[in-house]
């Protein structure tokens, strides 16, 4: 089996073993009447040892000699295969309609006794987010897949809306829960979310490592399903599947391009101009060359 289904396919099965797992652990490990933890139980100890096996497996298998992408967020995500690329498409639907139901269970909020909104705005910038981020890797993969250049900072937004999808979560249950078992593992996954994403926005500033990458969006991917025995709701429900069929399918093409043999990127003829190939500011305009007989502007301002 190539790696490259081997590694998704991997996190993904444990991502299914941990959601069984975890939804015993929801219904015998915590006391009826208080929610609080039941020391001891093996429901627990299950839930432990898949989390950490999980790790413990992926980190093995990311394990390696890697290419270098110096740079080029093309060379290092584009994919002729069509798993990864309807995967990573279906990631961006995902987000887009986690986007508009952040967005309307924010405006559908009931208002206080001051006419505020009784939802924290954080769901309204994270709607706005998600909307961002589910275009902007449409319109990245729409360009890897014809060979042009792409922009550096729409690599940026998927990471930026976890971070508010954090705090959206946080302000709405998870700081009224009396025990982290309650709601850690869907923390946990969006924080390995948010740190797969940055990774891999660094990779086109030549600071991301192939690795961690890869093991990043593994894990945050596993981590997601496993959340989903949570039984969260709807917006976070499309969320989760949203981030887990990107960074997953996103993991697959990069370890396609890393075991193939070093050359050229499809986008090769753009990358003297290309925001996808340097940071963001260093590319300096092509200068126009003048004609012959034209005169010199400057000299006659």
């Given at each position: 089996m190539r790696k490259s289904l081997l590694l998704p396919g991997v996190a993904a099965a444990a991502g299914i073993v941990g959601l069984l797992v975890r939804g015993a652990y929801l219904n015998h490990g915590f006391e009826v009447g208080t929610h609080l933890p039941i020391a001891?139980?093996?429901?627990?100890?299950?839930?432990?040892?898949?989390?950490v096996a999980t790790v413990v497996v992926l980190a093995v298998?990311?394990?390696?000699?890697?290419q270098t992408f110096d740079q080029c967020y093309t060379g290092a995500f584009s994919s002729q295969r069509f798993l990864w690329n309807v995967g990573v498409l279906g990631g961006a639907v995902l987000l887009v309609v986690g986007g508009f139901l952040s967005l309307a269970t924010w405006i559908s909020s009931p208002l206080d006794a001051l006419g505020q909104r009784t939802r924290s705005v954080s769901w309204a910038l994270l709607g706005v987010l998600a909307l961002l981020s589910g275009a902007g890797i449409y319109f990245m993969q729409q360009k890897m897949r014809r060979g042009q250049p792409i922009l550096t900072a729409w690599t940026a937004l998927p990471g930026f809306a976890c971070c508010l999808w954090i705090m959206a979560n946080y302000y709405a249950a998870w700081a009224a829960e009396p025990s982290l078992g309650r709601y850690g593992v869907p923390m946990l996954g969006v924080i390995l979310s948010m740190l797969a994403c940055?990774?891999?926005g660094a990779l086109a500033f030549g600071k991301?490592?192939?690795?961690?990458?890869?093991?990043l969006c593994l894990s945050a991917g596993a981590f997601n399903i496993m959340a989903l025995a949570d039984r969260l709701p709807l917006v976070d429900t499309a969320l989760c599947l949203g981030m887990t069929f990107y960074l997953l399918s996103s993991a697959g093409a990069l370890v396609d391009n890393d075991v193939q043999s070093a050359g050229a990127p499809p986008c090769a003829s753009h990358c003297a101009q290309c925001a996808g190939c340097a940071p963001m500011g260093t590319i300096k305009a092509p200068k126009k060359k003048k004609k012959k007989g034209q005169p010199d502007q400057a000299a006659e301002s």
């Open positions: 001891g139980a093996p429901t627990m100890w299950a839930m432990i040892l898949v989390t298998l990311c394990r390696g000699k890697h940055v990774q891999m991301g490592r192939v690795g961690t990458i890869l093991l």
